[in-house]
Structure formats: structure tokens, C-alpha cells
């Protein structure tokens, strides 16, 4: 790698003492200390070159970052980025001009964490050591940031053949193992490919979950080999409500589209390579009716005439679910073997929010099963619904999560919370001895407006600025050390009854799912502390790499006309949200 004297100023927008961010979403700043080791040698101040004569050295367990170091900054760059391997005697590359060496080191754990890595590039080359596959991925993506805006597109635009890096290095680690997206492509069907390039939008964040919302009573999204009318029917609706369930509008086109089995390996394949984890959700026993649609036998057929059943073309809860039966508990046991075999994630979600309770109150079938159960109430029956699959999954090897509502009626032993209608039941959670992901509808519910006024597309809930989402910590205050501990993370919900398209999630997830990045990966002051006015400059920079990256973000001074939805209802919330 060939040495080039220039400074290091106008390239990184964070100043060099800071030790996390080269730009919105993590990743350090270049620092000029402390010393990587004597096995590199002095390094030389300025910037090295990237270039055709440039090589990948992968030592053993990071070819698949040197895979998609080819794949995406190579296709960025046109540069060839041909295997370096190690010299004979086991030195590697170290040392040695012209390289990008790859390297697991297992040393950098202890102090750094499973995703930890250091980025060294001392003018002889770069050198990107990580705690494990994943931390030397993360570092990666710090190398690709460092190279500019330009190498976060998909085939080289400038013509130029040589490509700038500055001699730095970097220390860095994820604060939670937990940094997710939710994407709900119940509502609105996201196809494949958007799937998969929300995927690279993720991995270029350093996120690591995406949370799949795969089922609701707006359609189903997920083929089932033994329940085949569940996507037949299941999948599809005549017409959709445009805006909020208020509106008066219409859109009526028919709306559907699932995944087939394949199209789930090939995403939980290319989530993999990037090492993000998705998991899926499967909604019990709220959510239902497109479910109770294409199988009428699910619902409470003693109260309501669930023949008629369609799946719901508007918003809101359904009062319709699922019947309390060893038959419902049998169908759904099928489906999630199927689940269970496409997905390995640890965690399974099951949904287990916002179950009306009315049909279960008026159905004797239901008020004999809460009396041959021995329960007190339809709550409790909620329960028994989550507490039998949190044993089925975990005779499976797996881990059962759900919305707060699994609290309602008593927790079942090991599953985990998605605290989503504020801190309060992670924090009930949490003290109880369970595992939380903090996701907060007031603070990280992305579908809400980002600013006030008319100019907002269908405006829904709080307004929730960049700064706002900046400032945002999953771990609230008044946690014991070992309550705190239970915090796995956080996790920015994207749901989608108004972003009906990969253009609307766009703009509602951007800019401020870098700050929701930045806020889960960097060990950042207390909210109130945080200088924003910094991450504002270094969001100057991130614009260019949304650009390049084909993100139809908000831009800082508001939406552009085309991003506008005149006349479409929405439901705004005033005020500020409270902190609950």
C-alpha cells in the first residue's frame, strides 16, 4: 500500500481524540495512538493508497469478509482486490506494502468484546484484527467509510484509480449485542430485494438484528409447506386504507406478496455474510385474522362467523384471534417447525401484543378453558398461550421473545421482553430476571413524524427529530448493576400501515436511524450531555454516503416535494412523549 503525504483534515469529520465515530452510525475516529505493537513497526502520518496492485491477505475464518470487502468496495472502486496470502514462514502480510490483512485475534476479546476490533493502517498496509468474524466485518465497514462516500456505491462513478486512506489507528466496540430494526412487512409487503438491501443498509450502520414482522391481520408473509392456504389466502387483500384508519381514503389496488421458503434462506443467508441475525415474528394470539381467514378453524367460531373472515384492509387492532384450542396450539406448532427450520435464530418472537379480549369473554369455549386451565381470567389465558411456547421453544433449543402485553397475566420463564410501550416493562422485566430489548414507541418508533407542520407526510405520533433519536438511551435510569446487565440492546421499529413502499421507508427510517446507530454502538455521555452539534457536522459527511448508497432520506431543512403526501390523514400526537 503505497504511502501518500497529505493531512488528515476535511477527511473524518470527528475530531481525532475521539475515540468512536468516523461517521453517523458507529465507528471510531482515527486516532493517533495508543501503540498497536511493535510487530507493525512506526507507522508514517498521512495517507496510503489503495490501488490495482492492492491485495486481500484472509487469515483463516474471515474469507467472508474478504468476500464482501470485493464484493462491495471492490465493486465500488473497480479495483481487483486479488488474494495476498501469508508468507510462508506464517508472517502474513504485517509489515509488508500493498495489503489489507484480515485477522481473527482472539487476544483483543477480553478487553474489546465478541465485536470488538482494531483497524491499523501504518503506511505499510492495513491491518484489521477482530475479537471474532464479526468484529473483523465491523472494522470493514470503518475501512469502506475511511475510503469516502464514493465507495459506498455499486460501480465506480469517479474514474479514478487510486483511493486514499489515512494512516490511523482504531480501537473499537459495540456497547449492546442487540442493535436492531424492526422492518413490518405484514402491513405493507416489502419484496425480496428491498429485504436485501435494507440488509446492506443495516451492516453499513454496524446494526445486527433485523426483527422481520412476518405476520398481522393484514396479510401473511411467510410460506408454509403444511398450511399452504396461509399465503394462497392469507397473503393478499383487495384494497388497503390509505393514511390512518380515519381517512376516507382508498387505495384499491389489490395488496399482497410472501416469501417463499427459498427467498427466507437466501435472506437469513446474505444477513449471515454480514453477520446480522434476523428473527422472525410469528403473531400469537393477537394479530391473527388474516390467519383466521385463510383457516376459519383458528378463530372463535362460537361467537363470530369466521368463514366470512377476510384479511383486514385497515388499520388498527382486530378484535378477532385465535381460539384458545389444543387444535390452534397443534396449527401453530406446524408452523413454527417450519419457521424453526429456516430461521437459526436463538430468539423466535411471537408477537403476544394487543389480543383483544372481548371474543374470549363472550366464547364458552374460551370460558371453559380458562375453567379446566384453572386460570382467573382471559389474561391469564393470554399466558397460557405464551407460556406454551416459550416451553415448546425452548425444548427446541430456542428462546421465545414477545411485546410487553406477555407481562399481562405472568411472564413465562425464559423469554425476553421488546419493551415497546415504553421503559416501564423492560424495567419490570428486567428486575424480574429477564432479558430486554428496550424499543420505546416515544422514542424509537420510526414511522412517527420527524418534525412538526403541515409538510409531513402522513404525520403519525410524537415528532421524533434527529436529535431527539440522538439522545436516546436503552438503559433507563434507577437499575442495579445486574438489572441493567439484562438490557441486551435496543431495537428502531419501522412499522409500516403508512410507508407503503421502499421509497416511504426511506425517508422515515433516514437520517435517524444513524443516530439510533450511533446511540446502540457508542458508550455516549447521559442524553442531556451528548454533543449533538458534532454529530450534525458529521452527519454533513453521512449525507454523502446516503446518496451514494440510493437512500431517499429527509433531508435537515424538510421533506422534498415528491416526499410530501398532501391530503393524506395521519395521526399526530402533540406534545412532548412522556417518559413511561
Known sequence: MRHSESSLAGLIPAPLESARVVGPGPGPSPSPGPDPGPEFGPGREGFSVVDEAT??????GTEGVA???RAAVGAATGLPLPDGAGDADGAGGEGRDNLISLRIDADLEPELGPEGYQLFNSGYGVHIRGSSAAGVFWGAQTFRQLLGPEAFRRAPVTGKREWSVPTCFVRDSPRFRWRGVLLDVARHFLPKDGVLRYLDLLAAHKLNVLHLHLTDDQGWRIEILRRPRLTEVGAWRPRTKAGHRASPLWDGRPHGGYYTQDDIREIVAYAAERHITVVPEIDIPGHSQAAIAAYPELGNADVVDTAALTVWDTWGVSPNV???????????????TEVLGLFPSTFVHIGGDECPKDQWKASPAAQARIRELGLADEDELQSWFVRHFDRWLAERGRRLAGWDEILEGGLAEGATVSSWRGYAGGVAAARAGHDVVMCPEQQVYLDHRQ????????????VRTLEDVYRFDPVPPGLTGAEAARILGAQANLWSEVTENQQRVDYQAFPRLAAFAEAVWSDLPAP?????????????AHYARLDALGVDYRPPGGPRPWQRRPGVLGRPIEGAPPIV
Do not use: K, Q
Not at 528 to 540: G, K, L, Q, S, V
Open 55 to 60: 491485495c486481500i491477505e484472509a487469515r483463516p
Open 322 to 336: 385465535l381460539a384458545p384450542s389444543d387444535a390452534t396450539l397443534a396449527f401453530y406448532e406446524d408452523v413454527l
Open 67 to 69: 468476500r464482501w470487502l
Open 528 to 540: 442531556a450531555e451528548r454533543d449533538y452539534p458534532a454529530f450534525e457536522r458529521r452527519m454533513t
Open 451 to 462: 418534525a412538526p407542520g403541515t409538510d409531513e407526510p402522513v404525520p403519525i405520533g410524537y
